[in-house]
C-alpha cells in the first residue's frame, strides 16, 4: 500500500479499494485464459500484460453494456467478449477497427482453407501499388508483390468478417516482419536475425491467419465496431465504458501513425489517406487528437469523463505521464461520486521513450474506476 502525495491511497488489489469479488470468478478466469489466445500485435500502450488485473476490476462491477472506445489492438474488447458482455470497440484508426471487427464484431466466420487459396492465388491484374511505392523500404519486393497479391483477391472474399480477417492477418504479418513493429525506420539496421524477421511475408500471413480463426467466437449479440474519433461517437447509454486514451509522456510524442502508418494504409489500401510522399518513411499524414498535447490533455479527459458520466467509467492511465493521478481524481470526482484506484507497477516492455533509461519504464500503470 502506497500513500499517495495527495493523501489518496492507492492499493494493489480490487479487494482492498473495496470493489466486490466477481460473482463469477471462474468465469473471469476463464476469460483471461481466452483473451490470452489473442495474437499479440507489438501496440504501443497495448494492455495485453495487464489483461488479469483489468479482468479482476471488470469482474468486481455490474454491468451488461460496455464501451472501449480506444480499442488499440483490440485485446481489452476482445476479453470483455469472452466474459459475455455486448461490446462495442471503437478506435479512430482502420487497422484496429479492422481487427476488432474480425475478433469482437464476428459471431463466428472463419477463413476456410478454400479462402486462403483464393487470397494467395496469383492474380494477374493484381495492383502494384505497394511494390511500386515502398520498394526498398520495409520489406523485400517479393513480399511486397505478397501483399498486393492478396489485396487484390480480398473481393473473392464472400463475407465482410473474412475480409476483415484477412485484413487483420496483412496487418499481423506485416507488423511481426519489421523490427520493433513500427515503421519509423527504414531499412535493415535493426535485423537481428530472429525468425520472425526471417519468415516470408506468406509465411508470416498463414501463422496469422490460423492465430486469427483461433480467436473466433460467438458472443453476446450486439456486439459491434466502429472507426470514429471518441468525441464524435453518439451519446450513446453504456453500464460501463472503458477508456484507455494515449498517454502524454513528458518527452516525446504518442503518435500513432507516425509508428504505426503502414499497417494503417495496409488496412484500407491507402484509400482516402494522405501519403506524404517527401518523407523518407513514406508515412500518411497524421491524425490530429487532443490526447497528444501536454495543453490539451486535461481538457480532453474532462471532456470524457463529461460525455460518458451516466455510465461507471473505467480509466486506464499511466504514472509516467501527464496530467499526474491527483489530477485525474479530481477531475473524475467532478461527476463521479466514488472514485478508486489500482495501481499495478508495470515495466512497458515496448520501445518508445528508449533515451529515457530503463529505470524510467518501471511505473504504476493506473486503473480509475469512477463510479
Ligand atoms: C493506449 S492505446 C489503446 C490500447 C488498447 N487498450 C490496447 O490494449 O491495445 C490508445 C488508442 O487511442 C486511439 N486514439 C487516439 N486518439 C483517439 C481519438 N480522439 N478517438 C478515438 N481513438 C483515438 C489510438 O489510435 C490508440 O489505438
Given at each position: 500500500?502506497?500513500?499517495?502525495?495527495?493523501?489518496?491511497?492507492?492499493?494493489?488489489?480490487?479487494?482492498?479499494?473495496?470493489?466486490?469479488?466477481?460473482?463469477?470468478?471462474?468465469?473471469?478466469?476463464?476469460?483471461?485464459?481466452?483473451?490470452?489466445?489473442f495474437?499479440?500485435?507489438?501496440?504501443?500502450?497495448?494492455?495485453?500484460?495487464?489483461i488479469?488485473?483489468l479482468a479482476?476490476?471488470?469482474?468486481?462491477?455490474?454491468?451488461?453494456?460496455?464501451?472501449?472506445?480506444?480499442?488499440?489492438?483490440?485485446?481489452?474488447?476482445?476479453?470483455?467478449?469472452?466474459?459475455?458482455?455486448?461490446?462495442?470497440?471503437?478506435d479512430?484508426?482502420?487497422?484496429?477497427?479492422?481487427?476488432?471487427?474480425?475478433?469482437?464484431?464476428?459471431?463466428?466466420?472463419?477463413?476456410?482453407?478454400?479462402?486462403v487459396?483464393?487470397?494467395?492465388?496469383?492474380?494477374?491484374?493484381?495492383?502494384h501499388?505497394?511494390?511500386?511505392?515502398?520498394?526498398?523500404?520495409?520489406?523485400?519486393?517479393?513480399?511486397?508483390?505478397?501483399?498486393?497479391?492478396?489485396?487484390?483477391?480480398?473481393?473473392?472474399?464472400?463475407?465482410?468478417?473474412?475480409?476483415?480477417?484477412?485484413?487483420?492477418?496483412?496487418?499481423l504479418?506485416?507488423?511481426?516482419?519489421?523490427?520493433?513493429?513500427?515503421?519509423?525506420?527504414?531499412?535493415?539496421?535493426?535485423?537481428?536475425?530472429?525468425?520472425?524477421l526471417?519468415?516470408?511475408?506468406?509465411?508470416?500471413?498463414?501463422?496469422?491467419?490460423?492465430?486469427?480463426?483461433?480467436?473466433?467466437?460467438p458472443?453476446?449479440?450486439?456486439?459491434?465496431?466502429?472507426?470514429?474519433?471518441?468525441?464524435?461517437?453518439?451519446?450513446?447509454?453504456?453500464?460501463?465504458?472503458?477508456?484507455?486514451?494515449?498517454?502524454?509522456?513528458?518527452?516525446?510524442?504518442?503518435?500513432?501513425?507516425?509508428?504505426?502508418?503502414?499497417?494503417?494504409?495496409?488496412?484500407?489500401?491507402?484509400?482516402?489517406?494522405k501519403?506524404?510522399?517527401?518523407?523518407?518513411?513514406?508515412?500518411?499524414?497524421?491524425?490530429?487528437?487532443?490526447?497528444?498535447?501536454?495543453?490539451?490533455?486535461?481538457?480532453?479527459?474532462?471532456?470524457?469523463f463529461?460525455?460518458?458520466?451516466?455510465?461507471?467509467?473505467?480509466?486506464?492511465?499511466?504514472?509516467n505521464?501527464?496530467?499526474?493521478?491527483?489530477?485525474?481524481?479530481?477531475?473524475?470526482?467532478?461527476?463521479?461520486?466514488?472514485?478508486?484506484?489500482?495501481?499495478?507497477?508495470?515495466?512497458?516492455?515496448?520501445?518508445?521513450?528508449?533515451?529515457?533509461?530503463?529505470?524510467?519504464?518501471?511505473?504504476?500503470?493506473?486503473?480509475?474506476?469512477?463510479?
Open positions: 500500500m502506497d500513500r499517495g502525495e495527495a493523501g489518496s491511497i492507492l492499493y494493489q488489489t480490487t479487494l482492498d479499494v473495496g470493489l466486490q469479488p466477481g460473482c463469477d470468478p471462474c468465469g473471469v478466469e476463464q476469460a483471461v485464459r481466452i483473451a490470452r489466445r495474437p499479440r500485435l507489438r501496440y504501443m500502450g497495448s494492455k495485453y500484460k495487464l488479469p488485473h479482476e476490476v471488470f469482474g468486481s462491477l455490474q454491468f451488461k453494456t460496455v464501451l472501449d472506445a480506444f480499442s488499440g489492438s483490440g485485446v481489452v474488447a476482445y476479453l470483455l467478449k469472452a466474459m459475455g458482455k455486448t461490446v462495442h470497440a471503437n479512430f484508426l482502420r487497422f484496429s477497427a479492422e481487427v476488432a471487427r474480425a475478433t469482437v464484431e464476428n459471431p463466428g466466420r472463419t477463413l476456410t482453407e478454400a479462402d487459396r483464393a487470397l494467395l492465388e496469383p492474380n494477374p491484374a493484381r495492383s501499388f505497394i511494390e511500386d511505392t515502398f520498394d526498398g523500404l520495409y520489406f523485400s519486393r517479393q513480399d511486397n508483390q505478397f501483399l498486393d497479391n492478396v489485396w487484390s483477391n480480398l473481393g473473392r472474399l464472400d463475407d465482410p468478417y473474412k475480409r476483415s480477417l484477412a485484413i487483420a492477418s496483412l496487418v504479418a506485416a507488423a511481426k516482419k519489421q523490427p520493433r513493429g513500427v515503421f519509423t525506420v527504414v531499412g535493415r539496421r535493426y535485423d537481428d536475425g530472429r525468425l520472425d526471417r519468415l516470408s511475408m506468406q509465411e508470416q500471413f498463414l501463422r496469422a491467419v490460423k492465430m486469427y480463426n483461433r480467436t473466433v467466437m458472443g453476446a449479440p450486439g456486439n459491434r465496431v466502429t472507426c470514429s474519433d471518441v468525441f464524435d461517437l453518439p451519446d450513446d447509454r453504456y453500464d460501463l465504458v472503458y477508456l484507455d486514451p494515449p498517454y502524454v509522456p513528458p518527452r516525446d510524442d504518442n503518435c500513432y501513425i507516425k509508428r504505426y502508418h503502414f499497417l494503417e494504409g495496409l488496412a484500407c489500401y491507402w484509400k482516402d489517406v501519403i506524404l510522399y517527401n518523407t523518407r518513411t513514406k508515412k500518411i499524414e497524421k491524425k490530429w487528437t487532443l490526447f497528444s498535447y501536454k495543453h490539451t490533455i486535461v481538457d480532453a479527459l474532462d471532456r470524457l463529461a460525455k460518458f458520466s451516466r455510465s461507471i467509467i473505467v480509466l486506464s492511465y499511466s504514472s505521464s501527464i496530467p499526474p493521478r491527483e489530477v485525474i481524481m479530481d477531475l473524475l470526482r467532478r461527476y463521479k461520486k466514488t472514485v478508486h484506484v489500482v495501481a499495478v507497477p508495470h515495466r512497458y516492455s515496448f520501445g518508445t521513450h528508449q533515451h529515457v533509461g530503463v529505470g524510467r519504464n518501471e511505473v504504476s500503470e493506473y486503473i480509475f474506476v469512477g463510479m
